[in-house]
């Protein structure tokens, strides 16, 4: 059965502190081109990872910043890792990064990349926008962690995996304010427009690809799934 998926691709999978991960970007090339070729489509959110971080801590460094400007800097790192990815794509990728993903368009292309929207908004926000406009009920978020956890695993030893929670418990964990350059499984703002919109969110490790493909499948999968 063909269908459409909207995957939150982080950008921590794509910029490391060594640099850009070449060996994800052409495995992740592969991957989607494979399963283009099985019917599917897809809406590949973008986002900033490692490339905002550095840029928005730099700016910080200088003197106090606004949060909206911040949020810019943030946003200018999506979409250049997004035009990175649509130019390895080639003619298979929809011709410009989405920057609004609320506005209308007729696409043919089967390859799709949005990158940032709005100060105050991250592309976790802006998945469950493409989500809610194109009328798809998942949004795959793919990081580089297996699953999502009820505490920090770094800070807390103690600290336990979550394969499936619901969204109240869930925001409980995340909290309700999104700060620019903000490192969470799924931000506040974006989990509560999910819950609104009645979306399932599934958090898996992007860099394993087979287990995404079990995922894309409806097969059994390493992930977190919040509903």
Same mark, same amino acid.
């Given at each position: ?21 070449v060996d994800f970007l052409r495995r ?21 990872? %490692?490339? +905002?971080?550095?840029?928005? $801590? ?6 106090? /910043?606004?949060? *909206?400007?911040? @949020? ?10 997004a035009e990175l990815l649509k130019i ?36 976790? %926000?802006? +998945?469950?926008?493409?989500? $809610? ?6 949004? /795959?978020?793919? *990081?580089?962690? @297996? ?35 903000l490192n969470l499984p799924f931000d ?40």
């Amino acid at each position: 059965m063909k269908k459409t998926f909207v995957l939150s691709v982080g950008g921590s999978l794509l910029v490391t502190k060594g640099g850009i991960n070449v060996d994800f970007l052409r495995r992740f090339t592969v991957f989607i081109k494979d399963q283009v070729k099985r019917g599917h489509r897809f809406y590949l959110v973008v986002g900033g990872g %490692y490339t +905002a971080r550095v840029y928005i $801590k730099a700016a910080l460094e200088t003197g106090p /910043i606004k949060h *909206s400007d911040r @949020d810019l800097v943030g946003i200018r790192a999506t979409r250049l890792n997004a035009e990175l990815l649509k130019i390895v794509f080639g003619r298979l990728a929809y011709g410009e990064v989405i920057t609004d993903p609320t506005k209308k368009r007729k696409i043919k292309e089967a390859v799709i990349f949005v990158g940032g929207y709005k100060p105050g908004w991250s592309t976790d %926000y802006v +998945a469950v926008l493409v989500a $809610k406009h194109n009328k798809a009920k998942t949004v /795959i978020n793919l *990081s580089n962690i @297996d699953y999502a956890y009820d505490k920090d695993p770094k800070k807390f030893a103690a600290a336990k995996k979550l394969e499936a929670v619901a969204w109240p418990a869930f925001r409980k964990i995340v909290g309700s304010k999104w700060q620019p350059g903000l490192n969470l499984p799924f931000d506040p703002v974006a989990s509560q427009a999910a819950q609104k919109e009645k979306l399932r969110v599934m958090i898996l490790n992007g860099d394993n690809l087979s287990n995404l493909a079990n995922c894309l499948s409806d097969k059994k999968f390493k992930g977190t799934v919040i509903s």
